[in-house]
């Protein structure tokens, strides 16, 4: 009785059901039933036998990774090798010591005994390599302790540290501008922070290069685009993007006029650090500490351990707010391999001797800079400029005759093959140009270092000049 009145309940929901709803299933049984009485088509794989594969494979022919063939004096097919530390003077192989003006070891920190030792001694205790990100038995406390002191070195609540240069910048921006935001950066940013950029997906407006008029004038138009939709207006972020002293041109952001406009119209200001970390202020703390401008009005900073520290790794420091969010949004510190803990012991040394011996080093840097620069200014000809500020390590050499970027290349490089017959080492800038925004004219990028005398500071700049007069003739 009990299975008759299930059917026949089951026969009455049937009948009340709508029409559209027994459609729907009469259809689904359907489908039901083709699905297991449908045979099989059989599979059109084209089989080859053992022979016409040989065949196939024989008369393949792979496409060129270059769509043409390099000239034979391309740099790429001519590789220049360091034998042993990049200190102030370089062996590339050819048997002569060359005055090193092509590396970033702008205090010479990497060279100094106490921080060899320093990282041998954690060699020996933690092996090579992490074998996995932060987030992943990646961390030892060694990274933690280096944090920390990043942290005091700064005055700032937290740091975060990453496995290398590049990868800082490229993974906090994108860790906090997210698609909607607007973000202001300079023309000039250098690579790095162009990927940080692009990744996230943020609207990117740039202004020309060390111009705070035009980006004022941003600004206002930006105000008055807002002022006709506020509600959206409230939800858009802001941010500005600058470096302290930029990779590209030498010359130091007005950071005193970037803070005002960051008061005066709500902006969230990310400052990078790369090169000025540890080659200006009195502490060396970079571009905030030359400026006395506070930690507080910089909302993100970032930097590398790669130039003055000379180490390895990147890091931020900030709030523990900023910094803890990027433990689980920024990609670099998530994903990658952490920087190996040798390196960490060796950085935690480099920055002991910041803090010990700082400013004179420091010191030492910016007179050695501003050496070269009125050396260079004073001794080059006339068809040579030299970009980038009086106390900037970096400096840029660029043709002012009117050429193409090849041509001008071309030119640069024998000017480096000559100075390398001279004694002197030196790079041309290399640039992405098919992925960077707006890559700067062809240069000479001139790195100098607190280890150079005035003496070698002039024979090199005579050097130099010597080099371009061949080569210009």
Not at 105 to 134: I, M, Q
Not at 348 to 372: D, M, N, S
Request: charge should be negative.
């Amino acid at each position: 009785m009990a299975s008759q009145w299930n059917v026949y309940e089951s026969f009455q929901a049937l009948l009340q059901a709508g029409p559209y709803h027994l459609a729907l299933e009469g259809v689904l049984v359907l489908c039901i039933l083709w699905l297991f009485t449908a045979k099989k088509q059989p599979s059109k794989t084209i089989r080859l036998s053992l022979k016409e594969e040989e065949d196939l494979l024989r008369e393949w022919e792979p496409e060129p990774l270059v769509p043409h063939p390099p000239p034979p004096d391309h740099p790429s097919l001519h590789p220049r090798t360091v034998y042993g530390k990049p200190s102030k003077y370089i062996n590339i192989g050819t048997g002569q010591r060359l005055l090193n003006f092509a590396t970033q070891n702008y205090l010479g920190l990497g060279e100094r005994e106490e921080v060899v030792n320093e990282a041998l001694s954690c060699l020996h205790r933690y092996g090579v390599g992490s074998c996995g990100p932060r987030g992943f038995y990646g961390t030892t406390e060694v990274h933690l302790q280096l944090e920390e002191k990043l942290a005091q070195f700064f005055n700032s609540e937290a740091a975060i540290l990453y496995a290398y240069g590049f990868s800082t910048s490229a993974s906090a921006i994108p860790a906090y501008a997210k698609n909607g935001d607007i973000i202001f950066a300079d023309e000039m940013v250098n690579f790095s922070l162009q990927r940080g950029l692009q990744a996230s997906r943020s609207k990117v407006i740039y202004f020309r290069h060390n111009d705070l008029g035009h980006l004022e004038e941003l600004l206002e138009a930006q105000e008055r685009q807002d002022a006709k939709d506020p509600k959206r207006a409230n939800a858009t972020r802001k941010f500005v993007v600058v470096e302290g002293i930029y990779m590209n041109t030498g010359r130091l952001c007005d950071l005193p006029g970037l803070v005002t406009l960051r008061q005066r119209y709500r902006l969230r200001l990310f400052l990078d650090e790369a090169v000025s970390f540890a080659t200006l202020g009195s502490h060396c703390r970079g571009i905030t500490d030359h400026f006395s401008v506070p930690m507080k009005e910089v909302d993100l900073l970032m930097g590398t351990l790669e130039g003055a520290g000379g180490c390895a790794g990147g890091f931020c420091v900030g709030t523990k707010f900023v910094v803890e969010h990027q433990r689980l949004s920024g990609l670099g510190y998530c994903f990658s391999a952490s920087l190996p803990p040798m390196l960490a012991a060796a950085s935690i040394k480099a920055v002991e001797l910041l803090e010990r011996e700082g400013p004179e080093l420091v010191e030492a840097l910016q007179r050695a800079c501003t050496h070269t620069h009125t050396a260079l200014t004073a001794t080059l000809p006339d068809s040579v400029e030299v970009g980038g500020d009086e106390i900037s390590p970096i400096k840029h050499l660029r043709l002012t005759r009117p050429c193409s970027d090849d041509e001008a290349e071309v030119i640069l490089r024998q000017v480096v093959q000559q100075a390398q017959e001279e004694g002197v080492a030196l790079t041309v800038a290399a640039y992405l140009r098919a992925q960077e925004r707006e890559a700067p004219r062809p240069s000479i990028r001139v790195s100098v270092s607190a280890a150079l005398s005035q003496e070698e500071i002039e024979n090199a700049v005579g050097a130099i000049s010597r080099a371009f007069q061949k080569v210009l003739g």
